[in-house]
C-alpha cells in the first residue's frame, strides 16, 4: 500500500513542476516578447491598406430579414411570460 502511495505522491510531484515550468516559461517568453519589441510606428500604406480591406468586407453584410425570426420570438417568449 505505501508504494502505491509513493507512486500516486511522486506522479502528482512530476505534474506540478511540469505545469510550474510551463507558466514560468510563458511568462518568461511574454516579458521578453514585451522587453525586445522595439516601438516602432505602424507604415501609413499598411494602416490605409487595413481600413480598406475592413471596408471591402463591411460592405453588403447589411442583415436582409423578412420580420419572420423576429415574430417567432416573440410569439415564444409571450407563451412562456417573457418579456
Known sequence: MSVINALF????????????????????????????????????????????????LDHGSEDKTDGALENIHAEQMRKFGAS
Open 9 to 56: 505522491s511522486a506522479a502528482f510531484l512530476i505534474l506540478v513542476a511540469v505545469s510550474a515550468a510551463v507558466t514560468g516559461s510563458m511568462v518568461l517568453l511574454a516579458l521578453f516578447d514585451w522587453v525586445l519589441r522595439g516601438k516602432k510606428s505602424p507604415d501609413p500604406r499598411v494602416e490605409g491598406q487595413l481600413d480598406q480591406w475592413r471596408g471591402d
